[in-house]
């Protein structure tokens, strides 16, 4: 469990295999959000090393809410996805 008033950095986090996906607010009100697992190819990158890609994605807005940021990534992942094809 990670303790509440650190800030949360994902990169650093990411360097444990078993978490997928990370999302913090700092103290000035924005929000991080790191998801890994993601299809290279989604990411409109070859997939021949057959490894997962990672999306990084800072919401700005002090009225966001944790919905609205995982709707961000989403976002995110699906205008890269139509940008490829």
């Given at each position: 469990m990670l303790n509440a008033s650190a800030q949360v950095h994902p990169e650093s986090i990411f360097r444990n295999p078993s978490i997928r996906e990370v999302i913090s607010r700092a103290q000035n009100?924005?929000?991080f959000a790191a998801k890994r697992g993601v299809p290279i190819s989604i990411l409109g990158k070859p997939d021949e090393s057959g490894h997962d890609g990672?999306?990084?994605v800072e919401v700005a807005s002090?009225?966001?809410s944790l919905v609205d940021v995982d709707y961000e990534v989403d976002k995110v992942l699906m205008s890269s996805k139509r940008l490829q094809g």
């Open positions: 009100l924005r929000w990672e999306v990084y002090k009225e966001a």
